[in-house]
């Protein structure tokens, strides 16, 4: 029997193969799961962002006896495809979304991060690094802000020291701000300008095609001296659709609204008489592009969902004819 007077809150700073890194009174100790947890749903596992309960052995393992409620989680579908969900980070503040000012860039990248985000529960906040290497930041600047309303945008060289003062804010103490995006975009070099000391490592991008390097292997949970917490990832190209409808809806709230005002409720905005939507792109009220880009990342969304109830259909009659 457990006493729970014994058990410790901390937070989950690292995932290893066979255990966790928690986080706990300014130190990093190792957990190992209850027994119990390996019958759990894989959404119940702690990831790197979870507040644990946790029984301490100050001469060993210590034992993960519970996930604290979540604020918000960030997800995606796996890269094979198999519409198996891949928990990312919990407990998010802000989601940012680290895109290079080189080709790097990418509008449908963006919108993709920001509705990931915002399923998850976390402010998407654009930032678009190297500006030292840009001519042009005003133009991708205001680009990045036609997405959506929801996204807050910034161009910032962490090299040069330009625009970082504008983060500041979003380093608050108790809050958490993770950073995601390509290899090579920054996301280490950012961190370690923020803390003021290399806590992450960074390395140069290829010569030949641009790409990062994968320098940054695990997600990464750091604390900071005013105790403010960032997670590190390692780079992603790009981020699939999956349960993130209302994600999705969020980052294009506004083609929502004209979609109510269509005159028909299963309007597929194509033919139909009295259509809101096409109204609005003919006035020039909504870009045609953008819409496309909120249709297909809904349709991608709805196609991962289909897949994702057919394999788990298919895993129950497996296991149902196993017994
Ligand atoms: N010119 C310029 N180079 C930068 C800037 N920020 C980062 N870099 C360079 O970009 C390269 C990659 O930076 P990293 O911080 O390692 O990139 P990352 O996003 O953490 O990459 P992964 O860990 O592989 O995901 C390094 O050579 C950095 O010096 C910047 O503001 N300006
Ligand atoms: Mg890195």
Known sequence: MVNSKQEKLGRISEVRKNSFIIYFEEQEVIGKLRGSFYEEEADKLPVVGDYVRFIHNPLGDSVIQSVCDRKGLLQRPDQAKTGVMQYMV???DYCFIVTSLNDDYNYNRIARYASVALQGGAVPVAILTKADLCTNVGRYISEVETISDKIKVHAVSALLNIGMDELKEYF???????LMGSSGAGKSTLINAIAGEDVMETSAIRESDSKGRHTTTHRQLIKLSNGAFVIDTPGMREIGMAGTEDGIDDTFSDIIEL????????????????????????????????????????????????????ISKLAKMYKKGKK
């Not at 939507?277 to 496309?292: D, N, P, Y």
């Open 90 to 92: 919990a407990n998010v």
């Open 172 to 178: 608050a103490t108790g809050k958490t701000v993770c």
């Open 259 to 310: 979609e109510a005002r269509c005159k028909f409720r299963n309007c597929r905005h194509e033919t139909e008489p009295g259509c809101a939507v096409k109204a609005a792109i003919a006035r020039g009220e909504l870009s045609k592009k953008r819409f496309m880009l909120y249709m297909s990342l809904g349709q991608e969304n709805t196609n991962n969902y289909a897949k994702k109830k057919e």
